[in-house]
């Protein structure tokens, strides 16, 4: 069944929230992270600190993939990280919607293409490079009093790597971090000031 757009949200970082208590690490190809009632959801952005023990954890932020009363799950490939001693805490990223959206485009891109061909070669032999995931573009009704939008206009001017978070209808979630590229304003003759902003991806798009 197709999904409707309607209801889609975006959101930018702005902040953090209360650090939740890390009881234990259980390594593996997801990890799990026990904390006692942390009352986080899926598609919370948290970044660790303080671990003992699996110290590899500190300074990652992840996305929660599935979450338990207590402990919840992270996309990230622990087997060869140390063993949980004590210890640690999950901090997770606060959001801000950005209003009044019409539509967007995105997240996308595309991988680059290596040419390994030589004279050996009965044909072009190829690899496949990086994954860049290219740009997010969204147009709006452009509302100077909203937090969201101030929060876009700041991060471009600042020139600094936000977060950003993509909800759909159905509560698919993807995340990824971006800099703010465009922010452009326009308008005309019996019409509402518009606006129009271009994210540029950087790193990987995680999805849940």
């Known amino acids: 069944m197709a999904l409707e757009s309607q209801g889609t949200t975006l959101e930018i970082a702005t902040g953090s929230g209360g650090a939740k208590t890390i009881t234990g690490v259980t390594l593996g190809a997801i990890t799990k992270i026990a904390s006692t009632a942390h009352a986080l959801a899926v598609g ?3 970044t660790f600190a303080s671990i003992v023990g699996t ?9 929660l993939t599935a979450v338990e ?3 919840f799950y992270v996309a990230i490939n622990s087997t060869a990280y140390t063993a949980y001693t004590s ?3 999950a901090t997770p990223v606060a959001y801000t919607a950005v209003g009044e959206i019409n539509d967007w485009d ?3 891109g595309s991988a680059s293409v290596i040419d390994t061909t030589h004279l050996g070669s009965t044909a072009r032999e190829k690899l496949m490079g990086l994954m860049d995931e290219g740009q997010f573009s969204f147009s709006l009704n452009n509302v100077f009093s909203d937090t969201g939008q101030q929060a876009c206009r700041t991060a471009r001017t600042a020139r600094t790597l936000k977060g950003f978070r993509l909800t759909y209808a159905d509560a698919t979630v993807q995340t990824w971090n971006a800099y703010v590229l465009q922010f452009a304003t326009s308008g005309g003759v ?7 902003i ?3 991806i950087s790193g990987a798009v995680a999805t849940a």
């Open 44 to 46: 919370d952005v948290v």
């Open 55 to 63: 110290t590899e954890l500190n300074g990652q932020t992840a996305m």
């Open 69 to 71: 009363t207590d402990a």
């Open 87 to 89: 210890g640690g805490t």
């Open 106 to 108: 995105g997240p996308g």
């Open 190 to 196: 019996d019409d509402k000031v518009n606006g129009s």
């Open 198 to 200: 271009t994210l540029e």
